[in-house]
């Protein structure tokens, strides 16, 4: 179990899906007639809310010589925690199988993953409670209170899984009580909870390309009576090992009292 590396990146490409919800977000100022005077696509980094906070508060003159939208608006987000999800457990027992394309004998397969809940923070910073608005309600109309993603888990399986991301809460903060020479920031915090599953290692096996069950009418020796076999193969035999269907099946019946060995497999 532990000591076998191995790297899914499912929480990377969560990560980089949960990014790219909010990826296009964009703000515009208007004229006293109506007439867009400015439009901007707001920067979105992960980072922690304090980066940015701290960033405002000790490098006040960092527009200086530029615009101030430059600066800001921003947005933020990063993951905050991962917890245990028991109530969508499923069997561990199940697998996830799929034949290899460069050896039809061998497949990959994957256990049942384990289901979490992975939390997020979405931040917004801007200068003015307009724009801080203006981000806010092209955000919350798409969360009633969840938005689903499909999300590529395990491209070597073909497993996608849809997962949906909860919006929990929304907290504001402006920070318009400072001094005058104190930048002002209007800060929107958004919690997410995305309820997705973690895979463990991929494995291979050979495929089962052919089945025999053997009927007999004694238990109680090693060498029982046979009285029938039944033997299941691909038909052809060269078939799709992902096909469901197409099977031969042949039943043989021994009306003699030869016994068979299934140990070495012979008649006696």
């Known amino acids: 179990m532990f000591g076998t590396h191995f ?3 499912s929480l990377r490409r969560l990560t980089i899906a949960f990014g790219q919800i909010f990826n296009n977000i964009v703000v515009q100022t208007k004229s006293s007639t109506g007439a867009v005077t400015k439009r901007m696509r707001v920067p979105l980094a992960y980072a922690p809310k304090e980066k940015f906070m701290t960033r405002l508060e000790q490098q006040a003159n960092l527009d200086k010589g530029r615009t101030f939208a430059i600066t800001l608006p921003r947005m933020g987000f990063e993951l905050v925690g991962l917890k245990y999800d028991p109530n969508r457990k499923l069997n561990k027992l199940q697998k996830t199988v799929r034949v290899k394309s460069s050896d039809s004998t061998v497949h ?54 849809d997962v949906p991301i909860i919006l929990n809460n929304v907290d504001y903060a402006d ?17 997410f909870t995305a309820k997705t599953y973690l895979y463990g290692p991929m494995s291979q096996s050979k495929v089962i390309r052919k089945s025999q069950s053997d009927i007999y009418t004694d238990t109680d020796t090693i060498n029982k009576a046979r009285e029938e076999r039944i033997i299941t193969i691909p038909k052809p035999e060269s078939a799709n090992a992902d096909d469901d269907f197409g099977f031969t099946t042949t039943i043989s019946f021994f009306n003699d009292t030869k016994n068979y060995n299934p140990t070495t497999g012979n008649d006696e």
Not at 114 to 133: R, W
Not at 175 to 191: E, P
């Open 7 to 9: 790297y899914n990146q």
């Open 108 to 161: 990959n397969f994957n256990y049942t993953p384990v289901p979490y809940d992975i939390s997020f923070n979405l931040y917004s910073f801007t200068a003015t409670a307009e724009n801080g608005l203006q981000i806010i309600e092209q955000i919350l109309p798409y969360f009633q209170p969840d938005y689903t993603v499909t999300i590529n888990a395990i491209p070597e399986l073909n497993i996608k899984r």
């Open 175 to 191: 920070t318009y009580d400072g001094g005058y020479n104190t930048r002002r920031a209007v800060v929107y915090t958004l919690s």
